[in-house]
């Protein structure tokens, strides 16, 4: 809700005051988290309650997942197995990880429509990782990568932070390694005087991390790249987690309002 209403309210103050704007959901529909989906899926799922349930259902075997993962942490090693067995094409996930996404974005352009909101594009992040090529090879090119205990990495000490990792050992992508393709995908498509990302304070080091290394490579917008966090909401009993269960559905939030 907040990433959605305050990069709404952003882009239409923009818009009045003669901006071209684009709306982008940077859908987060890949990582680890769907590798802890499938394996939970093909433990536990059952396809008519899913089906019936939606997004609820999907929610309830993440947590599920955490739950008995905390009692056997060889779970955690599968779910990354998965997700690079995914990221190299894994047909069988792959049906599984369409089937999460599509449950998810027919819930998402319902909550949006009560909201008013409109998005110009709706590029996930499953779209950047087969777009991090040619960002390695730019990092190899300016002698940028290092190995460190097998994963790839961009060394800031000099910058006090820690390193920004690129590839993990196993060679599957990360977070960083999407978002700075993205980056240079939009350069490319919009070629933008500033791009805005919307999302928690939690999250600064790591758009610190990766805006650093577009200013190491020499991008000359790495300055036009702008982080706009935001702040956590707690409840009684501690703060929102996915994981954990402790959600509020928006569109319940909604209709309460």
């Given amino acids: 809700l907040r990433t959605t209403v305050i990069g709404n309210s952003i882009s239409r103050m923009l818009q009045f005051m003669g901006y071209k704007t684009v709306s982008i959901n940077h859908l987060g529909d890949w990582g680890t988290q769907f590798g802890k989906m499938v394996v939970a899926y093909r433990k536990w799922g059952n396809p008519e309650e899913v089906e019936k349930k939606g997004v609820r259902g999907l929610l309830e075997l993440y947590v599920k997942f955490h739950e008995e993962a905390e009692k056997d942490p060889e779970l955690d090693e599968i779910a990354r197995a998965t997700f690079t067995s995914m990221e ?43 777009r991090t090529d040619e960002l390695i090879s730019i990092l190899k ?17 000099e910058e006090n932070m820690p390193p ?3 590839l993990k050992k196993d060679g599957s ?8 393709a993205a980056a240079m995908y939009r350069k490319n498509t ?7 990302y919307i999302t928690g304070m939690e999250q600064i080091l790591h758009f610190s991390q990766w805006f650093k290394v577009c200013v190491k490579i020499g991008f000359p917008w790495s300055k036009d790249l702008v982080h706009i966090p935001y702040g ?17 559905f928006l569109e319940d939030l909604l209709h309460e309002a």
């Fill in 232 to 248: 956590l909401v707690s409840l009684e009993g501690g703060k929102l987690s996915t994981r954990g269960g402790n959600v509020i």
């Fill in 173 to 180: 992508t990360l977070y960083a390694t999407r978002d700075i």
């Fill in 190 to 196: 919009y070629d933008f005087d500033k791009c805005l």
């Fill in 141 to 157: 090119e300016k002698n940028l990568l290092q190995e460190s205990e097998g994963a790839q990495i961009v060394d800031l000490s």
């Fill in 88 to 130: 190299q094409g894994d047909e069988e996930a792959l049906a599984l990880w369409r089937l999460f996404v599509d449950i998810s974005l027919k819930e998402v352009s319902r909550v949006y429509d009560m909201l008013d909101v409109k998005f110009d594009s709706f590029l996930g992040e499953s779209y950047f990782f087969t």
């Fill in 164 to 166: 920004c990792i690129v």
